[in-house]
């Protein structure tokens, strides 16, 4: 089950992508990193990043808590930036948040930072898995927080759920984006990572993942339909995805075999 905090503080917006994801302080005097329902990609971005954050964290990554955070509108009445008003206005109510890392820098190849095969071949495995575009050396989505890797921005996996009727056709998808990948070159170890996925993802731990998903933000997904429902198509896709798993780890062994 996660948390829910309340927010109490605005504290900035953090302009990277274009989501306008926000520190916010709240109610425990945590610091939180809000994505905000209200924002352009919606709550599906939301259930993405709670399902696919919550599948790394049981593969065994590093992933920043996540909880829910309540936001009322009166907390963005006195910034001065239009869009951030209108943003947190629209997002009233249920956000997800992930717990704010103070003083990670993020991963940079050019920076001479470096990782364990265990942990990019995991990483790699993943990310096909969800079918994650966003871990790539110019969005790296990677940060370094007391040497160790923490691995946020899970918003744009799962793009299936933007259309489940090519959804039975996305399960067998070798997801040849993994060639972009910033670790892949050290990710020499995808059997073993294999291994490790098939040992810990299965009927109960996902459905106890997709059970933590709020209903509103599961009609998102497929208008109409009972979250219930909704709930069983994504685990699902995920067993059928799992059966189909080496379709997609030869494509990142390939991939990974060009590059050394
Ligand atoms: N938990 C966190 N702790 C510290 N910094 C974070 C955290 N989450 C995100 N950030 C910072 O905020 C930036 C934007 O967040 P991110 O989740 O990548 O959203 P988006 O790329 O959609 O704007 C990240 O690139 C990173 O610099
Ligand atoms: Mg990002």
Do not use: C
Not at 62 to 80: K, S, Y
Not at 97 to 110: H, K, N, V, W
């Amino acid at each position: 089950m996660l948390r829910t905090v309340n927010a109490t503080r605005y504290v900035l917006p953090l302009r990277e992508g274009g989501s306008l994801p926000a520190i916010v302080e709240a109610d425990d005097l945590g610091l939180y990193v809000v994505k905000f329902r209200g924002a352009g990609q919606g709550a599906l971005a939301l259930v993405a990043e709670l399902v696919a954050g919550e599948i790394g964290r049981v593969l065994g990554l590093n992933i920043p808590e996540i909880v829910f955070v309540i936001i009322d509108d009166a907390l963005g009445r006195n910034e001065p930036d239009y869009e951030i008003r209108e943003l947190i206005k629209n997002s009233a109510g249920l956000n997800l948040a992930l717990d704010y890392l103070p003083g990670s820098t993020m991963f940079d190849r050019a920076a001479n930072d470096k990782i364990t095969p265990e942990i990019a071949s995991l990483a790699v495995w993943f990310d096909a898995f969800t079918q994650n575009v966003d871990r790539t050396p110019r969005n790296a989505n990677l940060l370094l927080w007391h040497r160790k890797p923490y691995f946020i921005d899970h918003g744009a996996a799962l793009y299936f759920h933007h259309d489940w009727v090519t959804m039975p056709q996305k399960i067998e998808s070798p997801f040849a984006e993994i060639a972009q990948h910033i670790l892949l070159s050290w990710a020499a170890q995808i059997p073993s990572a294999s291994q490790i996925a098939h040992r810990r993802l299965n009927p109960p731990i996902l459905a106890e993942i997709l059970a933590g998903v709020p209903n509103e933000w599961l009609k998102a997904a497929r208008a109409g339909a009972d979250p219930g429902e909704i709930r069983s198509a994504y685990v699902d896709f995920f067993l059928r995805r799992l059966a189909a798993s080496p379709i997609f780890e030869e494509e990142a062994i390939r991939a990974h075999a060009r590059l050394v």
